[in-house]
């Protein structure tokens, strides 16, 4: 397969491109994993979108059991980021990925045979263990296959391949929920297993990532833990704070439509296909020109100011009716989209610029943790404020996302100190 080409080689043409071949990746290896992004996402879209009905009509449980088992997994997912990292530096990137992949693919084969609470948090916590090593291995790959030029573009066109992956099989799982069959519930997760076996191996065919050059016993230096590096695990955590849009978008403003506005609940559909087109045609837009860590910050903080100004626009919707309440509802989903895709762009940014290339994988799982922590409570907080705190509420929400990221400058300069005196 092709190496990437080189920003030099690229930027001659890209000056003389139209618009669409813009929204095109412009390497085949950029290609080649936006297709893979792709595959993973339709196998993954389809059983997501039925996961309930097969959770509580195949596998028999309620809808508390699921919810504990999402949260044993994801404590599960916590304590092992790091440890797979570190795995994935030591056995290799890409090679973690393929067989996280394969693993993944093989226990989605398994869920038509497991019922009861008991075997689905087995599954549960053995399909994030494995998914968290593929992806530790992953997020490091699609960082040291592109030169520094390339890197937070390439991964904004992988992005937007997600985007196109899930919505497609989103539409799989609506038709498959769509028969009001168990039998045909009972085979989805079969077909995302295939789909996962195909994006497997793709993985497989990629290039391998370029050799790092061999170490002299003499010369070798010991490197401290990722997770000791604290103004990264700072950064992260304010990165996370930040990525709580996503609450937003999914949950917050969802419930706030519903409950405290009279706009209608079709527009919930309308909010989320605006948001799946944006996030396809203007992540690549919005990662452009990001190769510096001053960049990065400059993206987040725009991040803030779309996160705030949804608030904003969102939080007088209470008072508002007809036409305008709809269109301020809409227009409050589209800047929190702003603010997920700038976010995007400059946590790409960071793991690019701020981690250590000997230890890749290894600040993929700190930084994991780190994102957790500041996002992990978000849920339950920002429902609370908005939904029992009205106007006062949204503030709230706005004032700690203005002063976490505020945190992420100085967060990010410590960073950049530590990598000199520690990293390669």
């Avoid at 088992?69 to 997912?77: K, N």
């Avoid at 998914?131 to 030029?149: L, M, P």
């Avoid at 700072?234 to 706009?263: F, H, S």
């Avoid at 939904?387 to 004032?399: D, N, V």
């Amino acid at each position: 397969m092709d190496q990437p080409q080189t920003s030099s080689e690229t930027s001659p043409t890209t000056k003389t491109q139209s618009w669409w071949q813009r929204q095109l990746p412009p390497s085949p290896l950029a290609r080649s994993l936006s297709i893979q992004s792709i595959l993973f996402a339709i196998g993954e879209g389809t059983f997501i979108t039925g996961s309930a009905v097969f959770f509580t009509q195949i596998v028999g449980l309620s809808a508390a059991q699921v919810g504990i088992g999402l949260t044993v997994a994801g404590i599960a997912s916590f304590f092992f980021a790091v440890p797979a990292g570190k795995l994935a530096d030591r056995v290799g990137t890409k090679r973690i990925w393929a067989i996280g992949a394969g693993l993944t693919a093989a226990l989605y084969l398994v869920w038509p045979f497991i019922h009861g609470f008991v075997a689905y948090l087995v599954m549960m916590v053995a399909l994030e263990v494995v998914s968290q090593a593929g992806w530790s291995g992953r997020g490091a790959y699609t960082i040291d296959i592109f030169t520094r030029e390339e890197r937070v573009q390439s991964q904004a066109f992988m992005r937007a391949a997600l985007n196109i992956g899930f919505t497609v099989g989103a539409l799989i799982g609506g038709l498959a929920l769509a028969t009001n069959s168990d039998d045909v519930v009972r085979a989805v997760p079969i077909l995302t297993g295939f789909i996962l076996l195909a994006n497997t191996y793709w993985i497989t065919r990629l290039p391998d990532p370029p050799a790092k050059a061999p170490v002299h016993a003499d010369d070798a230096v010991i490197k401290p833990a990722a997770l000791k590096n604290r103004a990264f695990l700072a950064l992260m955590t304010g990165d996370g704070v930040l990525g709580t849009n996503q609450v937003l978008l999914n949950i917050v403003i969802p419930l706030w439509l519903v409950e405290e506005t009279d706009a209608p609940r079709v527009l919930l559909a309308w909010l989320f296909g605006t948001n799946t087109v944006m996030a396809v045609l203007l992540q690549v837009a919005a990662a452009r020109g990001i190769d510096s860590v001053a960049r990065s910050l400059r993206a987040s903080y725009i991040s803030a100011g779309f996160f705030v100004l949804s608030c904003a626009i969102v939080l007088v919707t209470h008072d508002t009716i007809g036409w305008l309440t709809i269109f301020l509802v809409w227009l409050g989903h589209v800047t929190v989209t702003g603010a997920e895709l700038f976010q995007s762009a400059g946590h790409w940014g960071f793991m690019s610029e701020l981690t250590d290339a000997d230890q890749r994988a290894e600040y993929q799982g700190a930084a994991h943790i780190g994102g957790t922590l500041g996002s992990v409570w978000a849920p339950a907080l920002f429902t609370f404020l908005a939904m029992e705190h009205g106007s006062l509420g949204w503030l709230t929400i706005a004032a700690i996302v203005v002063v976490s990221t505020l945190t992420m400058g100085p967060s990010a300069r410590a960073a950049e100190r530590y990598l000199a005196r520690h990293g390669a």
